[in-house]
């Protein structure tokens, strides 16, 4: 659980690059077979035959692979191999000039070499001669070639551009010319025709071969954005190339090959087992495949964590698959409760549903939610069918963490695992009672300061751990099983008392309310389990350090507290609790209720400090104040207290100011109810005794006209609507003298 852990990088994925393969040890996907018969057809072509080739596939499917693959063999068979990268050139001459410098170095060409060589004769009948004579070149291709062996050989150019070829076609020697195009379609689009043409006429000759790598569509998108007039790539594409071959498929055996051998190389730094159960799911493509493979390895660090119990590996792969290639789309499914709760359960709910229920409408596919509608049919399809694949599963979700949890671990991962804090509790447990404050101060104190995120993160999960052992021990088959586990429950006790106790979490607000809930929670659940003395022991420890955060906690978090019982006072018990936990609990509630009268009569007498009780705030402390059974009225201390305090109002203007808003509210909720508890608040109203006391300290010195004119119309309005009767109002709700004045000057009947 050291704080570097995970700066630290994770094994080396070097090998296992994204490029393409330079050796058939590396072709882990049997390129190698299709490669070969591409090269048998040029090996094997008559002397003299030229033969244009189309290596087809998509972006990452392994075309350059092929190329280099054909390009070992040709070599190793002492062919003339060139490789040009169009690309990378911004003119027709600087492609001509790739094949010129390649050709020039394979060979040996110097100056030297053409001033000795002979002249062809070129002007008479070239043509001719040449489609009679295989080793003769075409004068259109000399001229092609023209301009980039002039400027290289520093003379005239049509003359050195005819003993160039000269002195190719005598140092051949029988063998061929094998001239690779890769990344056709990385050229720029307009560039692409002009390029492909020149190609063709250029190396149209004989014992040249061209092999050329490119995506179809993406050339013909390029074309299409030129001159709708090209046609399809199909189209056009026919008039370069004669023997178009497109990459196959690998099959799932490949894939597993491939992942076998991919794992292997990446030092099983990914899971195979679970990498195989995905075969039929992970991507053809070789690039895809790989970055998914290695972007698993680069989380080896991370999930060595966990124990394997912990996390559900299947499903972290399963969603890491669609995340690697729904980027955005995965980020939104992570923010739709609905779509988690889908892909959690929903396949496993339609499983357990009675068979012979009328069938329903089938659902719309994931991807028309996700998706834009102009997305590409194939690609929608891969969606719903990774959607699918981590939806349809026979059981549910395994170890700690949520399916949210899983989409985001490698960017969030947990502050502290189960491995982690499993670790820890025997070295805690171990440890002196003086030093255990050091062992927990390491783990969450950071610059001298209790860090908020480290803290909630190690009680929720001791809490977790905790609830795991109780579990166990209440399964035990063994007494001497299950008082183990208890023990080990004790120290988690230990650990939670240190964090309430010593760190003071709850006083400075370093937990939010829902921690102590979570507490009072697992209390709860187990306070049935009291037998034998072991159990007593720990039930007895719960409910102290339930009652000490308490204790410890901020007025806001005790109020938060109080509201968590709800008005009916039920205290929440759900019917198998132990008698000792619902005394426990009534206690409790009786304890805050008795600090929120305190904190109510101090709201009296603050300005303005009745003003938080409008809306639907401080629920539990609104209970106290807007409840007639509430210990504020019913206990005789407090209701000594209350009444003390209003005969106060009138030398003391905050406290009359906060009754006039007491009594505004009271009236408004016996009235209109709203936020206030109606039926509660009419009960107060007609409590003649308590009614008085609240009306007079309300009036107790003359108010504006406007503030008595508001009470003056609830006053109706409560006989109006049969709240009280107006011999009530009379004797209870009295006009003082200078209300009768402003009856006939503000007031209208």
Not at 237 to 266: A, G, H, M, Q
Not at 527 to 554: G, I, K, N, W
Request: aromatic share 10%; hydrophobic share 45%.
């Amino acid at each position: 659980m050291a704080e570097n852990d995970l700066k630290q990088p994770a094994g080396s994925t070097s090998a296992l690059p994204d490029r393409a393969l330079r050796s058939t040890a590396e072709d882990f996907l049997n390129r190698a077979s299709f490669a070969d018969a591409l090269t048998d057809q040029i090996l094997s072509a008559p002397t003299g035959q030229t033969l244009r080739l189309g290596v087809y596939g998509g972006w990452g499917e392994g075309k350059t692979s092929v190329l280099e693959l054909m390009r070992l063999r040709l070599e190793a068979a002492t062919q003339i191999c060139v490789w040009i990268t169009p690309w990378t050139a911004v003119t027709r001459d600087e492609v001509m000039g790739q094949i010129v410098d390649q050709l020039r170095d394979r060979l040996g060409i110097d100056a030297k070499s053409l001033a000795r060589a002979k002249k062809f004769v070129w002007f008479a009948g070239a043509t001719t001669t040449a489609a009679q004579d295989a080793s003769w070149w075409s004068k259109a291709a000399a001229q092609l070639f023209a301009p980039a062996v002039c400027r290289r050989f520093e003379a005239a150019a049509a003359r050195e551009s005819e003993r160039f070829f000269e002195v190719v076609q005598e140092r051949l020697q029988g063998r061929r010319i094998i001239v690779f195009i890769d990344d056709i379609d990385r050229v720029k689009p307009e560039l692409v025709p002009d390029l492909l043409l020149t190609l063709r006429d250029a190396l149209d000759q004989p014992n040249f071969f061209y092999v050329m790598a490119l995506a179809p569509e993406i050339v013909e998108r390029g074309l299409t954005m030129i001159h709708h007039g090209w046609g399809t790539a199909g189209d056009f594409l026919e008039k370069i190339v004669e023997y178009p071959c497109y990459l196959p498929d690998p099959t799932d055996d490949d894939v597993e090959f491939f992942i076998r051998r991919s794992v292997e190389t990446l030092d099983h730094a990914v899971d195979l087992a679970v990498i195989r159960q995905l075969v039929q799911i992970l991507p053809r493509n070789p690039r895809k495949l790989k970055l998914y493979l290695r972007f698993m390895a680069s989380l080896q660090r991370l999930l060595e964590r966990f124990d394997r119990a912990e996390i559900d590996l299947h499903m972290l792969y399963s969603v890491q698959l669609l995340r690697s290639e729904f980027p955005e789309e995965a980020r939104a499914i992570v923010s739709d409760e609905q779509a988690l709760h889908d892909l959690t359960s929903g396949h496993i709910l339609e499983l357990m549903k009675n068979r012979h229920q009328a069938t329903e409408e089938k659902p719309a596919k994931p991807s028309t939610k996700y998706l834009a509608a102009t997305t590409a049919d194939k690609r929608k399809e891969r969606f719903d069918r990774l959607y699918q694949a981590v939806r349809s599963r026979d059981t549910f979700l395994r170890g700690s963490y949520a399916l949210a949890e899983l989409f985001t671990l490698p960017d969030a991962p947990p502050l502290f695992t189960w491995k982690e804090l499993n670790a820890f509790v025997p070295r805690f447990a171990a440890a002196a009672p003086a030093a255990r404050r050091s062992l927990i101060d390491a783990e969450v104190v950071r610059s001298g300061e209790v860090d908020h995120h480290r803290a909630r993160a190690f009680f929720a999960l001791t809490l977790q751990i905790r609830e795991a052992a109780l579990g166990q021990a209440s399964e035990a088959l063994l007494d001497a099983d299950r008082a183990q586990i208890l023990s080990e429950a004790a120290t988690l006790t230990d650990i939670l008392e240190l964090f309430v106790r010593d760190l003071r979490i709850f006083e400075k607000q370093v937990l939010p309310i829902d921690s102590w809930k979570a507490l009072l929670a697992q209390t709860q659940r187990w306070s049935h389990f009291a037998q034998p003395a072991d159990y007593a022991s720990l039930r007895e420890r719960e409910r102290t350090l339930v009652s000490a955060a308490v204790d410890t906690m901020t007025d806001e978090l005790r109020a938060a507290a109080l509201d968590h019982f709800g008005p009916d006072r039920d205290l929440g018990v759900a019917g198998n609790e132990s008698d000792t936990f619902r005394t426990f609990i009534a206690d409790l509630r009786r304890m805050l209720e008795q600090w929120a009268i305190g904190a109510v009569l101090h709201d009296f007498e603050e300005p303005d400090g009745l003003e938080r009780y409008w809306g639907d705030r401080s629920v539990g402390m609104k209970n106290v104040l807007f409840n007639d059974n509430s210990p504020l009225f019913r206990d005789e201390k407090n209701r000594a207290a209350f009444e003390a305090l209003a005969a106060r109002a009138a030398s003391a203007p905050a406290v009359q100011q906060n009754f006039v808003q007491f009594t505004r509210m009271l009236l408004y909720g016996a009235i209109e109810g709203g936020s206030f508890i109606r039926e509660a608040a009419r009960c107060i109203v007609r409590d003649a005794d308590l009614m008085k006391v609240i009306w007079s300290a309300a009036l107790a010195t003359p108010l504006n006209p406007r503030m008595a004119g508001g009470l003056r119309e609830k006053r109706l309005r409560l006989v109006s609507d049969g709240v009280i009767d107006q011999a009530y109002a009379d004797a209870m709700l009295t006009i003082p003298d200078w209300w009768e004045v402003l009856e006939g000057t503000f007031f209208t009947t």
